[in-house]
């Protein structure tokens, strides 16, 4: 949100440097605001417990949203999610031409898949290419991230030697200290995976276009942004709460899958029995705090005035 100050203020240009939203009085009493209208593209198979999981990051700002939860045509979908689906859903062509000022597109249970492969891959290719004039900024999410990733800036992914599965740390990279989705951060923080792919790190680093802005050792980058941050790739899951590792844990166990090993990180003293730490939330909540205050300052009132994405 702005601070007002007077427009003589002699700190103002500092306080910009620093990606402060400072407004002058002057211009604060002529503003016109609305709710920003934010789309869910919700491809992941835990339906209400992922948008729950979204709803709440999306919530930590005095800024209004209007929400609109979108769906895409697929055979992945299971018959008891389909009234929900119905009911509070849309589907994605009733959307397609739509003016939002953010978006969210998720991750997705087929990473194991080539992009082609995916039965709504057409689909969603489309909707990512109406997004670079239609949509303000765009935040992907693991697959999400990857398929944006490789329809974008044809940057593919590559598989694991085993599953990455667990809260592993990030350092941010130092000239990122201020920059608008980071600012505020400490020097290290945490974030769950669960993939078994990766985005190829050379190409992201070989494209002028984007800026990776944090790494890890085990995880490689979480932070992966255009330029302009339009584009926001994020390829882990900040947006998941307490129990999801757990859940997928237990569902691997049952299952008697090879991956089914405790996650890391994740279990006090990495023990199961211990319970669980929470170590990611307050770098989650503040990620998508600073994304819905950049948006908030660069979207035009009427939404029929943004521009293209611009590289």
């Known amino acids: 949100m702005p601070i007002l100050l007077p427009k003589d203020y002699p700190h103002s240009d500092e306080l910009k440097r620093k990606n402060v939203f400072v407004m002058t009085d002057t211009r604060a009493s002529s503003q016109q605001i609305r709710p920003l209208k934010i789309?869910?593209?919700n491809l992941m198979p835990t339906i209400e417990t992922t948008e729950i999981q979204l709803m709440t990051m999306l919530a930590n700002t005095p800024l209004q949203?209007?929400?609109?939860?979108?769906?895409m045509e697929t055979d992945h979908r299971k018959?008891?999610?389909?009234?929900h689906l119905k009911q509070f859903y849309v589907k994605f062509d009733d959307v397609l031409n739509d003016k939002f000022d953010g978006l969210i597109i998720t991750g997705a249970p087929v990473e194991k898949l080539p992009f082609e492969q995916v039965d709504y891959w057409d689909d969603l290719a489309l909707f990512m290419d109406n997004s670079r004039k239609n949509v303000f900024s765009t935040v992907h999410i693991c697959w999400g991230s990857q398929a944006g990733l490789y329809r974008h800036y044809g940057i593919e992914k590559k598989m694991l030697t085993n599953k990455l599965f667990g809260v592993f740390n990030?350092?941010?990279l130092h000239k990122n200290y201020d920059n608008?989705?980071?600012?505020?951060?400490?020097?290290r923080f945490l974030v769950p995976h669960s993939r078994f792919t990766m985005v190829d790190i050379d190409a992201v680093k070989a494209n002028p276009n984007l800026e990776i802005l944090d790494e890890s050792y085990f995880a490689g980058p979480h932070i992966i942004a255009t330029k302009n941050k339009r584009q926001v790739f994020l390829n882990g899951h900040w947006e998941y709460d307490r129990g999801t590792l757990m859940r997928e844990y237990n569902r691997d166990?049952?299952?008697?899958a090879e991956s089914a090993v405790p996650p890391y990180n994740y279990f006090v003293a990495d023990k199961p029995d211990f319970g669980v730490e929470v170590t990611?939330?307050?770098?989650?909540?503040?990620?998508?705090?600073?994304w819905l205050n950049f948006v908030y300052q660069g979207t035009p009132y009427d939404l029929e005035e943004m521009e293209s994405i611009e590289e």
Request: glycine fraction near 8%; proline fraction near 2%.
């Open 39 to 41: 789309g869910i593209l």
């Open 65 to 71: 949203i209007d929400l609109k939860l979108i769906m």
């Open 79 to 83: 018959a008891e999610d389909m009234n």
């Open 170 to 172: 990030h350092q941010l």
């Open 180 to 187: 608008p989705l980071t600012r505020g951060f400490d020097d």
């Open 253 to 256: 166990l049952g299952l008697k």
């Open 280 to 290: 990611w939330k307050a770098h989650a909540n503040l990620f998508y705090s600073n």
